[in-house]
């Protein structure tokens, strides 16, 4: 059972990235899937998650309107599309999955974790 997120780099203010989460050894499909960040010093973010059920989306404030959360079942992968990307951004990214249903404030109720991809914004 793993999750591997990957995707992460280097980018200027106000560019994209795209994370990948890609599960092996169980499905996804009964799974709700969140992204976290983790910036030097701080604790761990909930940023977004997408459920199982219906594919509902649930986004951090901060946030909203740049990131989108999707999955694609078949791939048994879930995205983050990050636009107008800003420094305060910069953490590692991690992805989790725990069953159904989101909740992207209790990061400690996620049964599996990917290893982190850091995402880096800076000029």
């Known amino acids: 059972v793993q999750l591997q997120a990957s995707g992460g780099g280097l980018v200027q203010p106000g560019g994209s990235l795209r994370l990948s989460c890609a599960a092996s050894?169980?499905?996804?499909?009964?799974?709700?899937v969140g992204w976290f960040r983790q910036a030097p010093g701080k604790g761990r973010e909930g940023v977004s998650c997408?459920?199982?059920?219906?594919?509902?989306?649930y986004y951090e404030d901060s946030v909203k309107g740049r990131f989108t959360i999707s999955r694609d079942n078949a791939k048994n992968t879930v995205y983050l599309q990050m636009n107008s990307l800003e420094p305060a951004d910069s953490a590692v990214y991690y992805c989790?999955?725990?069953?159904?249903?989101?909740?992207?404030?209790?990061?400690?109720?996620?049964?599996?974790w990917g290893q982190g991809t850091l995402v880096t914004v800076s000029s």
């Open positions: 050894g169980f499905s996804l499909d009964y799974y709700a």
């Open positions: 997408i459920s199982s059920s219906d594919g509902s989306a």
């Open positions: 989790a999955a725990r069953p159904n249903f989101c909740d992207i404030k209790k990061y400690y109720s996620y049964d599996h």
